[in-house]
């Protein structure tokens, strides 16, 4: 079983729509977490920390559970630039990655 | 403030031959990392430095790639002989103590012919 899990998609939505994508991970004793954002062919660059009490940062809503293991990240009213590969990522002294969730937003 | 400086941006090499990397990462940031992401994963740790100590090389494949950072600051990550199957980007981050995440460079993208 991989560390990480993330449905790898894709995710095709209108614009404006609202989309949710989920994560999983097998170490219990991980101690933070993150979703990246990663455009094709470019670095992965930080979206934003997951917290259990859950965060928000403007359309892009972020809820850790972890009796269950598990990291979901929302987009409200996507927008055309949020199309690209989200990565789920869970930090255990290092970090590891899932194989990411590519979304494209459509007109 | 620069960001993490990655070199060469792209190479191709045949098989069989040597190939290295270079990373300068952020000033002031102790905590190093090479990671490798194939088409379609995620990137997957190669080694950790903490300053010139390597404290995570477990994923390193050591019969072929070593890697260095003599002075605690830039690293170079070398291939001999590369293989067909190690064409992917390297990618190398970042981070300063207590810092939530990482800030990776560009990456190097290797293709292996």
């Known amino acids: 079983r991989k560390e990480v899990e993330q449905d790898p998609g894709p995710f095709n939505v209108p614009e404006g729509a609202t989309v949710a994508f989920n994560c999983t991970y097998s170490n219990s004793a991980s101690q933070s977490f993150f979703w990246y954002r990663q455009d094709c062919r470019k670095e992965p660059k930080l979206l934003m920390s997951?917290?259990?009490s859950g965060n928000e940062d403007g359309r892009f809503t972020a809820q850790l559970n972890r009796a269950s293991q598990y990291i979901s990240l929302l987009i409200r009213d996507s927008k055309l630039s949020d199309s690209a590969t989200y990565l789920c990522?869970?930090?255990?002294?290092?970090?590891?990655f899932g194989a990411g969730t590519r979304l494209t937003v459509k007109p | 403030e620069a960001g993490v400086v990655q070199s060469p941006r792209y190479k191709i090499i045949e098989k069989k031959q040597p190939v290295a990397f270079w990373c300068n990462p952020i000033s002031g940031h102790n905590t190093l990392y090479w990671y490798r992401q194939n088409l379609g994963q995620g990137p997957e740790l190669l080694i950790r430095?903490?300053?010139?100590?390597?404290?995570?090389d477990s994923q390193l494949p050591k019969d072929r790639f070593s890697a260095e950072r003599l002075k605690g600051v830039d690293s170079t990550l070398k291939i001999q002989p590369a293989e067909l199957g190690d064409s992917a980007v390297y990618l190398c981050a970042s981070s300063q103590p207590g810092a939530r995440g990482y800030t990776f460079g560009s990456g190097t993208r290797l293709t292996v012919v």
């Open positions: 997951v917290y259990s």
């Open positions: 430095y903490e300053n010139e100590e390597a404290v995570d």
């Open positions: 990522v869970v930090n255990n002294n290092d970090m590891r």
